[in-house]
């Protein structure tokens, strides 16, 4: 067992380093340690602000990526539609042509077709005109057949 004296002196110099240790050293030990926890605390603060914010973003980019894939998808949609139009009008305009010459075309063929009938009944007309004559020369060459033929006509014309 260690002596009285030891103890004393031992208490006396454990008490005088504690006091020096309180006086100088424990007020920087805590402030140091309290200053650690607040910038721990401060950059778990931060973190998840910037987590937060990271979040918000992504939001963000992805609200952007869905908005920019509406404006494509609208913008194929109206390409589309605007090509459909172009080709139903250029079919329409083509189908309208389409008419139009066969309307000129069957107009220009019922023309030929009424100038031809026309030619024909003419030539046609000429023709019963040249054999009339013809007919009606020899027939009247004789004076009796003449009066027949007059008579027979004054008879038909009177029937009629």
Known sequence: MPSIGLLFWTLIAFILVFLILRKFAWKPILKSLNERE?????SIATAQQVKA???KLKNENEAILAKAREERAAMIKDAKNATDKMIADAKE???NEY???????QNAIEQQKM???IDVKNQVGNLVIEVAEKVLRREL?????QEKFIKQLADDVKLN
């Open 93 to 95: 305009k083509a189908r």
């Open 53 to 55: 914010e990271m979040a």
């Open 38 to 42: 607040r910038t721990i605390a401060e």
């Open 115 to 117: 100038a031809a009938l």
């Open 141 to 145: 060459s004789n004076k009796a057949e």
């Open 99 to 105: 008419d139009r010459i066969l309307k000129e075309a």
